[in-house]
């Protein structure tokens, strides 16, 4: 089944506490994103990569990092956790970036930082 | 600078009736629009997506028109059920705007039985 894997699905942590969050695609898409979403502000990109090895900041990446070594996984770093990165995370894909692919989204990670 | 709107008030019909869901953008020329839908806690799913040159798609009992000069997307969902009871986004793109989908805040559609 085509789908994006998102893991954990629920993640409690203390500030400063590193922490990352798995987003892996059996689709062979090129393009992978992560976004944020919180009430009344929707869906933010925080970063988002074009192939392997190739990465850009989106709308909200300040406390984030990203990797992309393979074509399948794209995983977000948050190295130092603070309450305001509490939301609802989600990692989505396509098979290229343009306007006519769609996103295939993951089913979210919801991430409280306390 | 950009913007993308969608009712944030919730739309409530009974079941049956037609539900049209609103997407106004300014500031903006996108190349295409999507439709998707999100249940609560879950990721959102892919529905529809229509070029700038397109004036309408249809999908089943869903239809998307895309109106530039209004600046405006219409989803319509007819003989609507409360199994489409859900939040509807739109997104939006430019063709010269890489890397980016910008979404609207999305309308949570309630249909009752």
């Known amino acids: 089944e085509a789908q994006v894997t998102q893991n954990p699905r629920y993640l409690i942590t203390v500030t400063g506490k590193k922490l990352t969050v798995t987003c892996s695609q059996n689709?062979?898409?090129?393009?992978m994103s992560w976004y944020r979403q919180d009430p009344g502000l929707g869906l933010r990109q925080i970063y988002y990569?074009?192939?392997?090895?190739?990465?850009d900041k989106g709308d909200v990446p300040e406390g984030y990092k990203v990797s992309r070594k393979e074509k399948r996984n794209f995983p977000l770093i948050l190295e130092s956790p603070s309450p305001n990165q509490t939301s609802l995370y989600f990692c989505?894909?396509?098979?290229?970036?343009?306007?006519?692919?769609?996103?295939?989204f993951g089913n979210g990670t919801r991430l409280t930082v306390t | 600078s950009q913007k993308i709107e969608q009712n944030s008030e919730a739309l409530n019909i009974q079941e049956g009736k037609t539900a049209t869901l609103t997407c106004n953008y300014t500031?903006?020329?996108?190349?295409?629009l999507q439709w998707y839908r999100q249940d609560p806690g879950r990721g959102p799913v892919f529905l529809l997506l229509?070029?700038?040159?397109?004036k309408e798609k249809r999908k089943e009992r869903l239809k998307v028109t895309f109106d530039t000069t209004l600046k405006q997307s219409l989803f319509h969902i007819t003989a609507s059920q409360p199994a489409d009871s859900a939040t509807y986004l739109c997104?939006?793109?430019?063709?010269?705007?890489?890397?980016?989908?910008?979404f609207g805040q999305g309308t949570t559609l309630q249909v009752k039985p």
């Open positions: 989505a894909s396509s098979s290229q970036d343009r306007g006519n692919s769609p996103l295939h």
């Open positions: 689709m062979n898409h090129e393009y």
């Open positions: 990569s074009m192939n392997v090895e190739v990465t």
């Open positions: 500031n903006y020329s996108p190349a295409y």
């Open positions: 229509i070029r700038e040159n397109e």
């Open positions: 997104a939006l793109k430019g063709s010269s705007n890489t890397g980016k989908l910008i």
